[in-house]
């Protein structure tokens, strides 16, 4: 079982940076494909990024050249760096974590952080 913690969230004026940090419970968190999704009012939720076991990234298109995703596996730890924020950044940010096992994947969720661009 995996628990995940979200911090960092709070609000920002337009063009600032925030960091968001997700702590992960368990021993496996090397082994686990993390990622940052977020959920604005009204609409679905979306993949912000993720990062692999060994490092690799992808970023949703309006996340790139802004957001930076990374781990510390020694801290069980996942960050998201975000620069330049624009007001439709605003949103609820969750931690994902995805277990890959023998079949199929088991996925995990932290609570959800508010991240809140405005002037």
């Known amino acids: 079982q995996v628990q995940l913690v979200e911090s960092g969230g709070g609000l920002v004026q337009p063009g600032g940076s925030l960091r968001l940090s997700c702590a992960a419970s368990?021993?496996?968190?090397?082994?686990?494909?993390m990622g940052w999704y977020r959920q604005a009012p009204g609409k679905q939720r979306e993949l912000v990024a993720t990062i692999t076991s060994g490092g690799s990234t992808n970023y949703v298109d309006s996340a790139k050249g802004r957001f930076t995703i990374s781990r510390d596996n020694a801290k069980n730890t996942v960050y998201l760096q975000m620069s330049s924020l624009k007001p439709e950044d605003t949103a609820v940010y969750y931690c994902n974590a995805r277990e890959i096992l023998t079949i199929g994947t088991k996925e995990y969720w932290g609570q959800g952080t508010q991240v809140t661009v405005s002037s």
């Open positions: 368990g021993s496996i968190f090397s082994l686990l494909i």
